[in-house]
């Protein structure tokens, strides 16, 4: 039987002498070959739904960098997609989508079942990769958090501090639960899916979960991930699952135990020292390289780089930015990256 995978290993807690990499939005416009790729789809949705060139984004960076785990090249925006909103890319400014304000908005939407058929490509996108992927590498699907995508789907597009979606809980709040409980069921479904088409870890991306304070961020950044995650569980016992509550601070204290996942991801607003000793005692740890080290590069990235791996060494560890690789980086300064980590 081949040795288990590296990243898998990690998960399970074990601590190795060198941590599995990968990079969020390691597919991206930072890559001459990805740019390419997406012209020849025409858009970034096209490019998500046509399964043979969303594998080969996905595969790109594999065969660059030998990256330990690969990410489906997706976006968490098609499960609203899929739920019946209306979703386009606007260049330059990010996603637009149909809003919901109202009761009738809500009653508009599909039910869960949805995310069967109309997310099949992406299914299919799964399946080539299993094929394709290099034996030593390892297929992480993903989703987006309920709060999140309710965030883009409230508002209709990316808010700097998620106010629309504020509004709504606060002033419906039986009307935000139902948006709530329809991702839950909705991303449950979606993932088990990916699942079956051969994703070997999933990751829930909760990128504005720092802006739920209190209780909160109980009902609506924890309640869900751990609904959903218990739910993968019972259908799903041996699939890792990663879960990003992304700007939490204090409150990634206890948050894997809280909710089952066997690893949280980290931005970069706490020191990886910090890591070690509030998170990394309860299990895996991933994350917290700032996304700009890879736009600067040079000795900053190099001793950031070796002081994230020094201090999580004594615990499992993935090695990952504390949030996406951004367009203006240089493809060279992920190399530096990741000499640095494999030679600490
Ligand atoms: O990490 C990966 O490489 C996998 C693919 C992936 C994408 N988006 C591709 C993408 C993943 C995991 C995501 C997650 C995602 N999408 C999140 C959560 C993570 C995070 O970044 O906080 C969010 C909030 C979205 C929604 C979204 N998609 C926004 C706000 C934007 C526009 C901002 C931007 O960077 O342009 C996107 C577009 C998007 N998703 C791109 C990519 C590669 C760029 C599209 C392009 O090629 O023009």
Redesign the pocket.
Known sequence: MAEQKTILRALAGERLPTPPIWM??????YLPEYRAT?AQAGD?LSLCYNSELAAEVTLQPIRRYGFDAS???????LLPQALGADLW?VTGE??RLSTIQSQADFDALKTADAVHDTLSPIYETVRILRRELPRETTLIG?A?APW?VATYMIAGR?TPDQGPAHALKDQNPELFQQVIDLLIEGTVTYLSEQIKAGAEIVKL?D?WAGSLKGEDFDRYALEPAKRIISALKAMHPDTPIIAFP?GAGERYVGFAKATGADCVAFDDGVTAEWMAQHVQPDGCVQGNLKSSHMVTGGAALVSETRRIVQALRNGPHIFNLG??ITPDADPENVQLMIDTVRSC
Do not use: C, K
Request: net charge positive; hydrophobic share 40%; aromatic share 18%.
């Open positions: 969020m939005r390691q597919a991206g416009r997406r970034f990410i489906l090249f997706s976006d968490i925006l890319f990010g996603p993903f987006g999140t990316g991306f990128s992304r949030h996406g």
